[in-house]
């Protein structure tokens, strides 16, 4: 019998090891801090050895970007990202900070400036579009951003954890999850008989409802109300909804235009 598995190179499982204990190590001291445990016996997992590159520490400290200071709150965040947009589009992008200076870096910390929720979309790679590099974002992505336990519980992650400053809810033209849900709502039936798939179009399918009858593109209205809706919802988290009325949160509506790769605020 053939062996099914491709083999991988030495060099690349050391990364993923290395990765995966890194992230356990900052998971785990993450949600010591969570349950308010200051206790670091219960926090400290350490990486030492988890990289091995023998690089020194990286070009730039955790947060910081090309020589640009820490972001200070959302809005600096936001000129941030969409600067990376700006470069992205003008197909100027910088050389993504994914060296390996970096990566041992950001392996013994993180500071992201941003989270993110978009869709699976292999044509809306978050990081790529906004032209950021390893530890800068915080990114989640479901298919048409479509809110669960697990992924609203991930941005809150992202927030109250790693305190990004801003949270993005970004859709994006010709989402496939929205069109499949609007096809599957004038059928009047579910198309896929998964509990999964169906589960994404009752979720989704408030923002195709709202829009009927609306002038302009069914399928980029529905997007766009979903973002809205989207944004509605994690208001109501225990965590998102003050910490937006507090000033420490900023929340942003945003579009992807395919044509373009430009990010539109909504
Ligand atoms: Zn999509």
Redesign the pocket.
């Known amino acids: 019998m053939n062996e099914p598995t491709t083999p991988v190179p030495a060099h690349s499982r050391r990364r993923v090891l290395a990765v995966a204990l890194a992230a356990a190590a900052q998971a785990t001291f993450a949600t010591a801090a969570l349950a308010g445990c200051a206790d670091s016996t219960t926090g400290t997992v350490s990486t030492s050895g988890a990289v091995d590159t023998g690089e020194a520490e990286g070009t730039r400290p955790p947060g910081t970007s090309f020589g640009s200071p820490v972001v200070a709150n959302g809005n600096q965040a936001l000129e941030r990202l969409m600067a990376g947009n700006a470069r992205f589009v003008a197909a100027q992008d910088q050389d993504l900070d994914e060296g390996i200076a970096r990566r041992v870096a950001v392996s013994k910390g993180q500071h992201p400036f941003a989270t993110i929720l978009g ?1 699976v ?1 292999s044509r809306v790679p978050i990081e790529l579009v906004f032209d950021q590099g390893l530890g800068d974002l915080v990114v989640v992505r479901s ?2 951003g479509a809110l669960d336990q697990s992924v609203t519980g991930s941005i809150e992650f992202g927030i109250a954890e790693l305190h990004t400053p801003l949270l993005v809810v970004l859709g ?1 033209q010709r ?3 929205l069109d499949a849900t609007m096809k599957a709502l004038d059928a009047e039936q579910r198309t896929s008989h998964t509990k999964g798939l169906d589960y994404l179009v009752d979720t989704l399918a408030p923002a195709v409802r709202q829009v009927v009858g609306k002038p302009g593109d069914r399928l980029t209205n529905a997007v766009q109300a979903n973002v809205a809706l989207t944004l509605t919802k994690l208001r109501q988290s225990s965590v998102i909804g003050p910490m937006e009325k507090s000033g420490k949160l900023k929340l942003a509506a945003a579009y992807y235009e395919l044509d373009t790769g430009r990010v539109v605020l909504l």
Do not use: P
């Open positions: 869709c979309d298919a048409g994006h989402c496939g999850a």
